[in-house]
């Protein structure tokens, strides 16, 4: 069958919404899969989707290849989400996957290519039967509560503590430039629906496990700035010794960006499957979602990420020179 990409903005087509809400309508058992290295944006996703639809009466499964970071673990039903799948479906769905690799190694089991994709990545190919693609939304989560209605779904108090909980992470509480007044019209139906905002903004952003500080530790002191480049890295034994067993950064380069002689911020992270995870952030006028793809990765033009086989001074050393010429090229 062939794919249908919505677009979705006020001129999405009608069809692949309408298809998307019969698709959700029929289905008894539903697989949902998001990223791996999960983000606050992904998660949450992946949890206020799922609770709307057993809201809706549906069996569903919640699966992600990388472990919940240990900051989301409060939200509802996080303590479900299982890094392996069993049993039939008739009814998978990608959420926040720039492409099918992000899936990891579950995308690799699918018996089939997802039904139905929510995502607002820009590099984002649409590889799912049905694409709801908006790369105006400021999240993924975004999309979803704007969709819910259109979808046959209800907006329940946990759904919605998951959503906003994935809007304001992607747009670092709503400091993002692609933050809209929809974007907060948004947050406020959440709102209206039961979710704390000063509590989820709370849990998200200020409360960190003693081994994540740790771990901030160990990147903090490898720091490096040349030439408005900002950089870092967690190698394995730095894992080990602050006792972080989460396999992302644990938000290290949100912190990196608040360096302000630096415009472009990389963060680079050793994982024990031969590859090295890199995600970049951007100040305006730079674009490192096509840096990004470049490396087999994706994203925004000023977030964006990828995942590269290869030695961590290996990696490095290619990434940082790329990222370099990008920065020259830009505002030689």
Known sequence: MMSQTAAVTEARPAAVVAAARRRIAAAQRALLLTHVAPDGDAIGSL?????????????VSLACADPVPDMFEFLPAAGEIARAFSGEFDLIVALDAADPGRLGALGEALPRPPDLLFDHHLTNPGYADLNLIDVSAASTAELIVEHLPALGLPLTRP???CLLAGIITDTLGFRTANTTAKTLALAQQLMAAGASLPEVYDKAFYKRSFAAVRLWAEGLARIQLEDRLVWTELTLEARRAARYYGQGDADLINVLTSVREADIAVIFVERNDGKVKISWRAAPGFNVA???AAFGGGGHAPAAGAEVAGSLDEVKTRVLKATRELLAADHP
Not at 47 to 59: C, D, I, P, S, V
């Open 47 to 59: 949890l206020g989707l799922g609770l709307a639809l057993r809201a809706a009466g549906k069996t």
């Open 290 to 292: 096509a840096l990004a």
């Open 159 to 161: 759904a919605a503590e």
